[in-house]
């Protein structure tokens, strides 16, 4: 089950202005605007101030870290004696949690304009400070009706809070993974907001003022929020408010101190969801990899650093244990103990027993290697296909047993390839990776014809044939007569076009696999006469296997896929200032056209607009050929892009 808040979100850059509209929404008329009084916030608050204008009636600027029932208290009083009817804040966490504790009391509703990245501008949970206390209560009363995000008001949020504000989203992120009520919708904006995360925060620690950076990590602080306000919280979050209430330390420093020691105690009841994370954020293992996240972006790493004295480490631990969150694993003071005395004095986190060992530092030198290459577009592709081959081994463990087999699969692949016999072309084909790249280069013009792949069988120079020629070359077989077109993108005829046919046998050999025949067959090159028009006789075509004697069709019987193709025609169409066109006519009703996912066609090379009638007829030809029985008709007209489309 997934409950979705009520929330709206307006988010972009320069949306400021925007809140008079969202408390007009609200049917608000009398707004309390409520900041901390910073003075790095005082030109942003001023602006707000300024665009809501006459519905300004107070103002609080009072805010305080961990939301001390005290302070809130003095902001009602001032709710009761303006007479407010809508809350509009903005700032950070503090801010955010005395708008929600003043909404929780009165029922006014909220406007909030996060300038930080703490995300609880979208959770129902309010955390409040009581006699040195920090307790917690979660209701649809108190989630915010509307969220504005500026991403322009994060620009002068310095580098340091900027780090502890988006770990602080990190550990929304890790306790919704593992949370008992998480659901697959959490767990997707969890892993995306994690992944965010990790290229945001190194990205804006390097460059302050990267606008895009800063969007991203804003948008993945309102999805981790989002992921927590949707389930309940664990061991992290109930040692910072522990920490926050009874200790006085700053709120997201002691989220990004703890988060990592916090993973590391509950990663041995919770493999999956740490396998997840380091997935996610592209590191071996997750606790160790926040923790060098938090190193490579200047955070804090110390309980000590923050403040804490060794001795109230003890006394921590004890009211952390006093009221146990639901955690995957169990709460002991002797763990707690330990595990806040590793944080106390900033020590790395031990790697999960039997997890890989971090080669980022491997993968960053071979990735630097090709720095020096002067084709930009090589270094991008070498450098990419390296970390992407890296990830994938690391990803799945390799060993050096399974590499060397699929080195020596690529080299036999090598040994078995000749002029007529393309094993790379049926591994890429059987992979799926020419119909990737066919479709990236050739599917973006929906007014054309759609692109299929090559194949393994094409021959270049194709012996040219006459209009109504036929290619068969006596081979048995239904005759059938093609009457094809080539037209632009408006319908206009392509004269001049040339174009390569090629096909199967009906025992499915293509003729480069049958060395008895003495020359080209079921093979050869038209030109479009005026009309765009060329006609041809040739015969039906059948399904047949792809070349399975060698390391590809071992593969596929290896994964229970069989070699088939279904039956089709190729073309290849080319024409002055005209797009190329390789594609293929598949006959409806054909085999392996439909069916389970490995039960289709070998290539995954069919699509929808590409499967056509060959037509049953008997009797007259088109030509006045004769021909006993059944013969089929294929009609098609083939739309082709101009270069400059």
């Known amino acids: 089950m997934h409950t979705t808040g009520p929330s709206r979100v307006v988010f972009g850059a320069g949306t400021l202005p925007r809140v008079r509209e969202e408390v007009g929404r609200l049917d608000g008329s009398r707004v309390l605007l409520l900041s901390d009084g910073s003075p790095a916030l005082r030109k942003d608050t001023e602006r707000l101030r300024e665009a809501l204008g006459d519905l300004v009636v107070a103002e609080f600027d009072g805010a305080a870290m961990h939301t001390p029932v005290e302070v809130t208290e003095q902001a009602l009083s001032l709710v009761r004696d303006r007479r407010a009817d809508c809350l509009v804040a903005i700032g950070g966490g503090s801010t955010t949690g005395l708008a929600k504790a003043l909404a929780v009391r009165t029922d006014l509703p909220q406007v909030i304009v996060p300038t930080t990245y703490a995300g609880s501008e979208v959770t129902p949970v309010l955390g409040e400070t009581v006699d040195g206390r920090k307790v917690t209560r979660s209701s649809p009363a108190i989630l915010p009706e509307t969220v504005v995000y500026d991403v322009e008001l994060t620009l002068g949020l310095p580098v340091a809070m900027s780090v502890t504000s988006g770990v602080n989203a990190l550990a929304h992120v890790v306790e919704a993974l593992y949370s008992p009520d998480a659901t697959p919708v959490t767990d997707a904006m969890a892993l995306e907001a994690a992944a965010a995360i990790a290229r945001a925060l190194p990205a804006l620690h390097d460059d302050p003022s990267d606008l895009e950076a800063r969007a991203e990590l804003l948008q993945a602080a309102w999805l981790a929020g989002t992921c927590l306000g949707a389930v309940g919280m664990g061991l992290h979050h109930k040692l910072c408010h522990t920490l926050g209430g009874a200790f006085g330390l700053p709120h997201a420093d002691t989220h990004t101190v703890v988060l990592p020691h916090a993973m590391a105690y509950n990663a041995p009841a919770a493999p999956e969801a740490m396998d997840r994370i380091a997935r996610a954020l592209g590191v071996p293992d997750a606790p160790t990899g926040v923790f060098d996240l938090i190193c490579r972006v200047g955070g804090p790493t110390s309980l000590r650093g923050l403040g804490m004295a060794e001795a109230d480490l003890d006394r921590a631990a004890e009211l952390a244990t006093a009221q146990p969150y639901p955690n995957p694993r169990e709460l002991t003071r002797r763990g707690l103990a330990d595990l806040l005395g590793d944080a106390w004095h900033g020590r790395r986190p031990q790697a999960a027993a039997g997890s890989a060992p971090d080669l980022r530092p491997l993968t960053d030198e071979v990735a630097a290697s090709f720095g020096g290459c002067a084709n930009p577009r090589l270094r991008q592709l070498l450098t990419d296909l390296a970390r992407t081959l890296h990830a994938y081994t690391i990803r799945n463990d390799l060993t050096p047993q399974e590499w060397q087999r699929a080195v020596d699969f690529l080299t036999e692949a090598g040994h078995i390839t000749t002029d007529t016999r393309q094993e790379f072309i049926l591994l890429s084909d059987t992979l799926g990776m020419s119909s990737v790249v066919d479709a990236l280069a050739n599917s973006r013009n929906p007014d054309t014809t759609s692109s299929a792949i090559l194949g393994p069988f094409y021959v270049a120079g194709p012996p040219a044939a006459e209009h109504g020629s036929d290619i068969a070359g006596g081979l048995t077989g239904t005759p059938m007569w093609a009457d094809i077109q080539v037209t632009d993108q408006q319908g206009e005829p392509v004269s001049g076009a040339v174009v390569d046919v090629w096909q199967s046998n009906e025992d499915g050999f293509y003729d480069v696999q049958l060395p008895d025949l ?128």
């Open 518 to 645: 003495d020359g080209p067959v079921l093979r050869a090159r038209f030109t479009t006469d005026a009309d765009g028009r060329f006609t041809f006789w040739s015969i039906l075509p059948s399904e047949y296997p792809i070349p399975d004697d060698g390391p590809v069709g071992r593969m596929l019987a290896a994964v229970g896929r069989h070699p088939y193709r279904a039956p089709h025609v190729h073309f290849l169409i080319n024409a002055p200032e005209y797009q190329p066109l390789i594609t293929q006519l598949f006959v409806r009703g054909g085999a392996y056209l439909d069916g389970a996912p490995g039960q289709r066609d070998a290539v995954f090379g069919v699509k929808d607009d590409l499967i056509t009638d060959f037509v049953r007829r008997t009797g007259p030809t088109p030509d006045g050929r004769p021909v006993d029985g059944e013969w089929r008709l294929l009609e098609f007209t083939f739309r082709i892009a101009r270069r400059a489309d």
